[in-house]
T-cell receptor, first 117, second 109 residues
Framework: GAVVSQHPSWVICKSGTSVKIECRSL??????MFWYRQFPKQSLMLMAT?????????EQGVEKDKFLINHASLTLSTLTVTSAHPEDSSFYIC?????????????FGQGTRLTVV | DAKTTQPTSMDCAEGRAANLPCNHS???????VYWYRQIHSQGPQYIIH???NNETNEMASLIITEDRKSSTLILPHATLRDTAVYYC??????????FGKGTHLIIQP
């Protein structure tokens, strides 16, 4: 399958600081990228959907000013957690799909574990 | 997206076929059935997807009933590395995936 790479794999930051997570599609052009969050022992929850060159669409309950998403190119999307707090500690995962056909599968990055202390 | 129902957990002996069921009785005509799996602390891995016909790839087979209300993922020769949480998801278009609780498949040596 296609390769999606996330960086960093893990990060520890102080409360009140901002953290940027990168998501790259390495061997295809990602027209749509998705960001998910997963708390321990829970399933993945979709946070937002972004299409290259346009503003992200956020799921209900996700603060767009806290979780800034940029999808400036067809191979890169970034998620910035602004003014992070301990409750933002979670496993953040991106996925990307490269086609417009209804049945195009999405591929996932390896995830970024964020710990806010 | 249509909701899916999967068993919480299943065991399978190494080397045997693992058959994972999924009910999606409210699936609509344009929704595809997708299967992903997640090994602990990793991102989900795409396995297979289908609309109406049965599908097979190098990882698994997907059997969809004629009325499309249920499906079965088959791992033909399970190995210990197949231990993971398996998610059955039905989806239309370019929407993000809605993950349920999935099935925790444990392959026993």
């Amino acid at each position: 399958g296609a390769v999606v790479s996330q960086h960093p794999s893990w990060v520890i930051c102080k409360s009140g600081t901002s953290v940027k997570i990168e998501c790259r599609s390495l061997d295809f052009q990602a027209t749509t990228m998705f960001w998910y969050r997963q708390f321990p022992k829970q399933s993945l929850m979709l946070m937002a959907t972004s299409n290259e060159g346009s503003k992200a669409t956020y799921e209900q309950g996700v603060e767009k000013d806290k979780f800034l998403i940029n999808h400036a190119s067809l191979t890169l999307s970034t998620l910035t957690v602004t003014s992070a707090h301990p409750e933002d500690s979670s496993f953040y995962i991106c996925s990307a799909r490269g086609g417009e056909r209804a049945n195009t599968e999405a591929f996932f990055g390896q995830g970024t574990r964020l710990t806010v202390v | 997206d249509a909701k899916t129902t999967q068993p919480t957990s299943m065991d399978c002996a190494e080397g045997r076929a693992a058959n994972l069921p999924c009910n999606h009785s409210t699936i609509s005509g344009n929704e595809y059935v997708y299967w992903y799996r997640q090994i602990h602390s990793q991102g989900p891995q795409y396995i297979i997807h289908g609309l109406k016909n049965n599908e097979t790839n190098e990882m698994a087979s997907l059997i969809i009933t004629e009325d499309r209300k249920s499906s079965t993922l088959i791992l033909p020769h399970a190995t210990l590395r197949d231990t993971a949480v398996y998610y059955c998801i039905v989806r239309v278009g370019s929407l993000g995936l809605t993950f349920g609780k999935g099935t925790h498949l444990i392959i026993q040596p």
